[in-house]
C-alpha cells in the first residue's frame, strides 16, 4: 500500500479473526469437510489475503470462478486445493494443469478437449464433473448424464475428484426446487456410483450444498459443503435465518471532509433531486459510485455519524455524496463514518445497505472494488 493509499479516509476493514470463526462454525455444523468459496476477491474481500488465512485455517479445498483467479493464489504461494468453477474455455486448459487447478467439466466435449490437453502436457488432469438439475447455467442435465460419467470415470487423461451440482433457491428455507435438485443430483450419484463400482474407480466425492444449504438444507451436505456468502458473515438472502451464529467480517468506513449549511430550498447534488425543507446541516463523504457505493443509495441509504444514523441525501456521485445531519446535527472534519459496520450501539449491516439499494448482498459487497484500501486484522 502506497503511502498516498494509506492516508485515503476511504477503507474497508476485513476482521480474519471473523472468518476463521465462521470457518469453523461452518464446519462444526456440517461435519464435512468444506470448499470455501474465494471467488469474485473473495466476495470483495481480498483473494490472496482471505486464501492465506484460510489456508493457515487448515481449509479443506478453495473454489474460484475463474482460471485467473486460480493461478493468482498459485503465484501467491497458496497450495491448497482449488476447484475453478467457471465454464472452461478450450485454450485455457494447459494453464489449469500446469497451475494444479482442478477443472469443472461440464459436457462431453469439455472432457475430451481436458483430455487432450492433459496427454500434450503429459500430466493427468483433476476434474470434477458438473451436473445440472435445474439451474440451467452449465453441465450436462442429470436425467441424461450416464453416458457423460461413463466417459469420465473411464478417462485415462482425467482422475474425477467431485461431482457436483449448484441449488438454485436454497437461500429460501421454504422453496420447494432445493428438495427436487437433491433428489435428481442423488439419482446422478447413484449412476456415478454403479459406473465406478463396474469399472473399479473411487467414487468421486459429492458436493451440492452452497450457503443456503449449510444454514438450511443438512440433507444437502453429503461429503462437502461450498460456502460462499456465510463465510463472510453476510445471509445469502432476507429469507435466510442464521444457523451457525456468523460474524461479520467486512466493514466500510470513511470520513468527513467537509461541512456546510445549506439553507431551506436549496437542492443538493446532480439533478437537484433533493431540496432541503429547512436550513440544515450537511456534510460530504469521499466515496462514491466510482468505488463501488451503490447510486440507488441516493436519498435512501443511511451511514452512522457520531453514533447515530444519518440519511444520504442527494444523488450520490462517482466520488463523494453528501449526509443530512438535520438543523442541531454535530460533526467535524475527519469525524469517522461508517457505511457498513458498527459505531457506539448501532450498526448497519451488508443486508441493510442491499434492502436498501434493492439488491442483493453479494452485489454490494463485490462491487467494492480496489479503488477502495483493505485492511487486514485478527481481533
Not at 486448459?93 to 487432450?116: Q, Y
Not at 450501539?345 to 439499494?357: K, T
Request: hydrophobic share 45%; net charge neutral; glycine share 10%.
Amino acid at each position: 500500500m502506497s503511502d498516498l493509499t494509506s492516508q485515503r479516509p476511504t477503507r474497508v476493514r476485513v476482521d480474519l479473526g471473523a472468518l476463521a470463526h465462521n470457518l469453523q462454525a461452518i464446519r462444526a455444523r456440517v461435519g464435512v469437510p468444506v470448499m470455501a468459496i474465494i471467488k469474485a476477491n473473495a466476495y470483495g474481500h481480498g483473494l490472496v489475503p482471505v486464501a492465506r488465512h484460510l489456508e493457515a485455517c487448515g481449509v479443506d479445498q478453495l473454489g474460484v470462478a475463474f482460471v485467473e483467479e486460480g493461478v493468482a493464489l498459485r503465484r501467491a504461494g497458496v497450495r491448497t486445493p482449488i476447484l475453478v468453477m467457471g465454464g472452461v474455455y478450450g485454450r485455457q486448459l494447459g494453464e489449469f494443469i500446469a497451475h494444479d487447478l482442478e477443472i469443472t467439466v461440464s459436457s462431453i466435449d469439455k472432457l475430451r478437449l481436458a483430455e487432450a490437453a492433459a496427454e500434450s502436457l503429459g500430466r493427468k488432469a483433476v476434474v470434477h464433473l458438473k451436473i445440472d438439475t435445474g439451474m440451467n447455467r452449465i453441465g450436462v442435465q442429470s436425467d441424461r448424464c450416464a453416458p457423460f460419467l461413463e466417459a469420465a470415470l473411464a478417462s485415462r487423461w482425467c482422475t474425477v475428484k467431485g461431482l457436483y451440482s449448484h441449488l438454485a433457491c436454497a437461500d429460501d428455507p421454504a422453496h420447494p426446487m432445493t428438495a427436487l435438485q437433491r433428489e435428481r443430483f442423488l439419482e446422478a450419484c447413484a449412476e456415478a456410483e454403479r459406473i465406478s463400482a463396474r469399472l473399479g474407480v473411487p467414487m468421486p466425492i459429492r458436493h451440492l450444498a452452497n450457503s443456503g444449504g449449510v444454514l438450511h438444507f443438512p440433507d444437502t451436505w453429503l461429503d462437502m459443503v461450498r460456502p460462499g456468502i456465510a463465510l463472510y458473515g453476510t445471509l445469502p438472502d432476507p429469507a435466510s435465518r442464521d444457523t451457525v451464529g456468523l460474524k461479520p467480517v467486512l466493514s466500510l468506513t470513511s470520513r468527513v471532509v467537509y461541512f456546510k449549511v445549506v439553507r431551506a430550498g436549496a437542492t443538493v447534488s446532480y439533478g437537484a433531486t433533493w431540496t432541503a425543507a429547512t436550513d440544515t446541516r450537511v456534510v460530504t463523504i469521499p466515496i462514491g459510485y466510482g468505488d463501488g457505493w451503490p447510486r440507488a443509495l441516493s436519498s435512501k441509504g443511511e451511514v452512522l455519524v457520531r453514533g447515530g444514523r444519518r440519511p444520504i441525501v442527494g444523488r450520490i456521485c462517482m466520488d463523494q455524496f453528501m449526509v443530512d445531519l438535520g438543523a442541531s446535527g454535530t460533526a467535524y472534519n475527519e469525524d469517522e463514518v461508517v457505511l457498513i459496520g458498527r459505531q457506539g450501539d448501532q450498526a448497519i449491516s451488508v443486508e441493510a445497505v442491499a434492502a436498501a439499494a434493492g439488491t442483493i448482498p453479494y452485489e454490494i459487497l463485490t462491487g467494492l472494488n480496489e479503488r477502495i484500501p483493505r485492511e487486514y486484522r485478527i481481533d
